[in-house]
């Protein structure tokens, strides 16, 4: 059983919790937030009885071996590498920084202190990703990948009431493409690499993020065209266009439903039974991981993090989106 810990106590925490609980391979034994209010609350429904506000204290306690982060995007690095200097596995929710400098830190912490540290992207360890992947070869040369997440913020109608919360907020590393175009991004990495070229485009608003944007990116005989919106909603499927048939994936973020439709017409249906706890399967490769003493995920690896934050960086550099994390 690993005993793990959590930092973050909002609903993306909870989720992971019940997740990691269900694979049977997981102990809470440990909350970590900013307030002891905070972290009394969330531990109490989870009769955790080690509750941290001071991190450095959190980080050296024998309360637990691994931590699950999903603090604000601008504060992943800074407790990351805490904890995986005290020999903390960690699994850190996407993204999993505020650029490539700070992953760079975190991904040279894991190794030299031979922790595993991981991106919690659901998406890409799911079954029905599973399927994209093993079926991939069945279109033929690819020529074009195409993935939409636009959802409505609920916090954007409180922006536009003049009241600027965490999501809209640049000091916090966030913004539309971090946020939701990451769930674009990743996965095309993992299938197809680092593309040669990124052509970004995004609306600002006002608070200094991305509200929605899109970006190009081109490969040697392929390109992708990526939309993320946290200010209008998209119900678009994603696509995987090749030569001798498109892939039909429901939803990029959380893939559901996979065909691939041939060009004579007929369809292949290679949707997968999957638990509807979806971040089950980053929970499961985590405690795999760990017990295997394997440093990081072959699917959610250092590598790809590194080209999928490296394009996110490029996107912001031409979007002139500049985050506080960039300055430091």
Request: proline residues 3%.
């Amino acid at each position: 059983m690993i005993r793990f810990a959590v930092i973050g106590t909002n609903w993306i925490t909870e989720e992971f919790i019940h997740a990691a609980l269900e694979t049977g391979e997981f102990e809470l034994t440990a909350v970590y937030s900013r307030t002891a209010e905070k972290a009394a609350e969330f531990a109490g429904k989870f009769d955790v009885v080690h509750q941290f506000t001071d991190l450095a204290a959190f980080a050296q306690s024998d309360a637990f071996e691994a931590v699950y982060i999903a603090s604000p995007n601008s504060l992943h690095a800074e407790y990351a590498v805490h904890c995986m200097k005290h020999g903390k596995h960690v699994i850190c929710e996407k993204p999993a920084a505020s650029n490539s400098t700070e992953l760079a830190a975190m991904i040279d912490t894991a190794r030299s202190h031979q922790v595993v540290f991981m991106e919690a992207l659901k998406s890409t360890l799911m079954p029905n990703f599973k399927a994209v992947q093993e079926n991939l070869h069945k279109l033929g040369q690819v020529r074009r990948y195409v993935a939409s997440y636009g959802q409505y913020s609920s916090r954007y109608d409180a922006y536009k009431q003049g009241t600027v919360l965490n999501a809209f907020n640049p000091v916090f590393s966030n913004g539309s493409m971090m946020d939701l175009g990451v769930y674009c991004i990743y996965p095309l990495v993992v299938l197809f690499g680092a593309p040669e070229r990124v052509q970004a485009s995004a609306v600002m608003l006002e608070s200094g993020v991305d509200g929605e944007g899109s970006l190009l990116l081109s490969y040697k005989e392929m390109d992708a065209v990526i939309q993320h919106s946290k200010i209008a909603s998209s119900y678009l499927p994603a696509e995987i266009q090749g030569e001798l048939a498109t892939m039909v994936i429901d939803k990029i973020n959380q893939p559901e439903k996979v065909q691939i439709r041939y060009r004579d017409g007929s369809v292949e249906d290679l949707t997968r039974e999957q638990s509807t706890r979806t971040m089950r399967y980053e929970a499961e490769e985590f405690s795999r991981l760990i017990k295997a003493g394997d440093l990081e995920s072959p699917t959610n690896s250092h590598a790809n993090s590194s080209a999928a934050m490296a394009i996110m960086d490029e996107a912001r550099r031409q979007i002139g989106l500049v985050y506080p994390a960039d300055r430091k």
